[in-house]
């Protein structure tokens, strides 16, 4: 078998064999494929795409180029939950408290934020101690005994991945459905998991711009893992603005205990609830939606799913008091409140800008080798469809460095488009459901 042959065939829009993807994928293990080839087959299948046949035979590939995970001393199902990115998704900081506390063992990888988007392990680090690399035995005594571990993910699993990831993200290849749900999918076969559900994302923030590019993707996912035999759900969900209000570590964390102790925004808990439910349902902890809804309902208002994230903190020796007092997390030195230039209606904030904004001051990274600072961020006062007034707060930036503030504070400022029209806003924040007999659009997006 030929490397430059393979290129050729996907150039002429030719859908690959097994063996071919395999060559490909054991030649990026072993180095012995250069970057310049890897690159071109890349962006061969970049413009010729790939059935599914060839994603399904790539995305196992690349899950077996590393340790493929199981946990026979654990309770299973295992349900797995994974956000293809945003701004402000601190989903997984109420989501698996709020399920291992409706009995569903939650044993999650996670990952580190790159780039406009934020990622639970560091958000997690913004809490005293919190340890997120600890020893496979701690972590399944923690999830065998309160229900509850994440931890970051281990260089080990689908290292495939991260050579192609690193070259996708310097030959403009990225943005490839086939290459996006390969990447993710890879991760999720490896993991140890028995069923997925997926939050795929749509609009500014997210990968997909479009919801119906985010609902190709989806399929394409759900298909992936149904293939491989894990029970998979996806729910595409709106990206158009910023999640929930708090961008940033400390604050998203902070936002994340609001919203298990009942409150916290309205988007933001909405869709937390919708991912739970999910979740229990494709765990069989929950028969059917009604029964979901009411599991979520009573771990939330009986403190449970409080109590999950106290356990989690205390066995992975974070500092417990700031779950019961948040206040002590660190405060920035410059709060710089952001203010409408007119009377109007908020009709869009672009995520991305608001993301970048929040990378300006330092809380994501550009390079993964770069430090983040816990205690700096946006918070997001006024939503799409708020009316304001000249002068109004939009957003505030915490700052630990007065001029990047100020920058921070203009570039969010970009972000906002406010309209003298009536704006309607979104009555939920789930477009759609997608299974694998199926996609349900809801009610509003039918
Ligand atoms: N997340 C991933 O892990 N891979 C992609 O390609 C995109 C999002």
Redesign the pocket.
Known sequence: MNIVDIILKKRDGQALTDEEIHYFVDGVKTKTLPDYQISALLMAIYFSGMNGHEVASLTREMALSGDCLSFPALRHPIVDKHS??GVGDKTTLVIAPVVAACGLPIAKLS?RGLGFTGGTIDKLESIPGFRTEISEEEFTQFVSQDGIAIIGQSADIAPV?KVL?AL?DVTGT?DSLP??AA??MS?KLADGSDAIVLDVKFGSGA?MKTPEEAIELAEMMVSIGEENGKKTIALVTDMTQPLGCAVGNAMEVKEALDTLRGEGPVDFRAECYALAEAMLMAGERAKNEEEAQRLVHDAITSGKALAKMKAMVMNQGGDVSYIEDPSLFPKAQYSLAGRAQQDGVVSAINAETIGKSSLLLGAGRRRTEDRIDPAVGLYVHKKVGDTVKKGEILFTVEANDESRGAEAVALAQSAYTLTTQSVQRAHTPVYAVVRKDGVIRTEKNA
């Open positions: 293809s990115g990952g991945d990831y996708r990225v290459l996006i990447s993710i991760k990968f």
